[in-house]
């Protein structure tokens, strides 16, 4: 019998792994938001991950559905459901717990549920495993299976897309293992490495992450250091960078649904067994202190300049978490904003790539129209807070009309060549 497989989860790694499996299997989307099962019907994405020609490529072997009792023709569960924090920085597994139950609810004998979610490791076999049983009344590694394949999607990336990053795999069986591995070696062009088990895959995930994470703190430490003597942390790193083996990363904001919350997975198992992460953690006080760290710097050059602060008009360029995407999730330049309107700063933000209404929605903040195409824009300061590509092409000139003769710039992004201040 053909395999069939249910991607539970259509974000932004859920539904590039679809399409790439409907080139090969017949799939079923479920996703639990009718208005994503409603837009991918229509042929649209609007994570911008797949083009709509890809979509309508695959559309006779895919369908969408927000209806679980429409994937129990299914034999391959795969869940990408996102793995938050809560408000204490503790892991939120409420939306792995909830589709677990839900995949049990259709589960049959002799299917298999791989999870790809960023877990610490032991959530699959001790946290979703026992849901599954509990749910559909059949016995693990009797009557089903489970796998494991952390996912790598790097959102906004159309260079290093989901079949050309190399795929951990795993299974809770060595004949499940390669059943898993030989499921995924059939769309990731760039292969795949067999783990030795199911929580050897999840570590594997955590700690990609978490090192990113610990790496950038350093940078973000090192750039307040050299702001203190006055050395332009930019310039530290191209000098840096000419030996092979430096690690080339720039100071900045770390947002976004990974690297500032996968290393809480991490730190939070690790307390659980009575050790203390304290690099770990420290980083992430760093890396979560940046965001105040700028607004204070942007305060601090305003001042200088001899602008009023409380009623000033800063504009904000950028609000995503990454550049060139359109995802916010967790993006840290919102912290920024909070942080400025303590002052009684009026923040205008400009975003090419976000949605309005998604940006009112999740914030409650409202886009302000595009200021280069406004005869009337005149802001006392400019904050550039990523580095979409439209950003990148601005000169001098255009910060001026912006602001006048003497535009107030602050670069967090390290892509502007005058700045007032740079991170």
Not at 99 to 106: D, L, T
Not at 378 to 387: L, M, Q, Y
Request: glycine share 6%.
């Amino acid at each position: 019998m053909e395999d069939k497989i249910c991607m539970v989860g259509l974000g932004y790694v859920g539904l590039p792994l679809a399409v790439a499996f409907a080139e090969k299997l017949p799939v079923v989307g479920f996703d639990i938001g009718q208005t994503r099962i409603d837009e991918l019907q229509a042929g649209y994405d609007k994570t911008l991950e797949v083009e709509n020609e890809l979509l309508a490529t695959v559309k006779n072997n895919i369908t969408y559905t927000d209806k679980i009792n429409e994937t129990a023709d299914c034999n391959i569960y795969i869940i990408t459901v996102p793995t938050p924090i809560d408000s204490s920085n503790r892991p939120d597994l409420t939306p792995l717990v909830e589709s677990s139950r839900s995949i049990g609810s259709v589960l049959k004998p002799n299917d298999l549920v791989i999870y790809e979610s960023t877990v610490y490791p032991g959530v699959t076999e001790e946290v979703c495993v026992p849901e599954l049983e509990k749910v559909s009344g059949l016995k693990f590694n009797t009557d089903f299976y489970v796998g494991y394949s952390p996912e790598r999607i790097n959102p906004g990336d159309k260079e290093h897309t989901v079949k050309k990053i190399l795929k951990v795999t795993a299974g809770s069986t060595p004949e499940i293992a390669t059943r898993v591995d030989n499921l995924y070696k059939m769309v990731i062009t760039a292969g795949t490495h067999l783990a030795s088990s199911i929580k050897v895959a999840e570590a594997s995930k955590v700690i990609e992450n978490t090192q990113r994470d610990v790496n950038i703190a350093l940078i973000n430490e090192l750039a307040q250091i050299f702001n203190e003597m006055g050395i332009d942390t930019q310039e530290v790193i191209r000098a840096a960078a000419t030996k092979w083996n430096f690690i080339n990363l720039h100071p900045g904001l770390v947002g976004g649904h990974c690297i500032g919350v996968d290393p809480y997975y991490l730190t939070f198992k690790a307390e659980e067994l009575g050790y203390k992460p304290n690099l770990i953690l420290a980083s992430r006080q760093i890396n979560n202190g940046m965001s105040k760290y700028i607004a204070e710097n942007t305060i601090k050059e305003m001042i200088k300049a001899g602008k009023l602060i409380k009623g000033a008009n800063l504009l904000l360029l950028g609000v995503t978490f990454k550049e060139d995407c359109p995802d916010i999730r967790n993006t840290k330049i919102i912290d920024v904003i909070r942080e400025l309107e303590e002052y009684s700063i009026n923040v205008h933000v400009y975003d090419p790539w976000v949605d309005p209404e998604e940006l009112r929605e999740h914030y409650g903040l409202e886009l302000t129209a595009d200021p280069f195409n406004s005869s009337d824009s005149s802001f006392d300061c400019v904050i550039v807070g990523v580095a979409h590509h439209q950003f990148k092409a601005l000169n001098e000139d255009d910060y001026q009309a912006l602001c006048g003769s003497k535009p107030i710039i602050i670069d967090v992004k390290g892509i502007v060549d005058n700045p007032t201040w740079r991170l």
